[in-house]
């Protein structure tokens, strides 16, 4: 009998960012921490808020409180070190 092996694959970093501007759920181009929250939910995170604001706090350059389209690459890069992945 064989086992199946899966390996996980790096998001790749427009996949991520995709991801994250589709929970922007009022359209105003930037991410507050409950919209953080779900998009991590939705990557698989165990502890989603904890990942928000860990990602407010590396991507919030204003520190406003918000992901911003600005601040958007810091995020994507803190999702990409944490190490969100898909199945391949």
């Known amino acids: 009998m064989g086992r199946f092996v ?3 694959l790096p998001l790749p970093e427009d996949q991520l ?3 994250f501007k589709k929970y922007d759920a009022n359209n105003d181009n930037k991410l507050s921490k409950e919209e953080l929250k779900k998009a991590f939910e939705y990557l698989g995170s ?3 808020g904890f990942r928000a604001d860990r990602g407010l706090h590396h991507a919030d350059a204003n ?3 918000y992901v911003n389209e600005g601040e958007m690459d810091e995020l994507v890069k803190y999702a990409v070190r944490v190490g969100f992945t898909v199945k391949a």
């Open 46 to 48: 165990i502890i989603p």
């Open 17 to 19: 960012r995709n991801i």
């Open 6 to 8: 899966t390996k996980s």
């Open 63 to 65: 520190k406003d409180g």
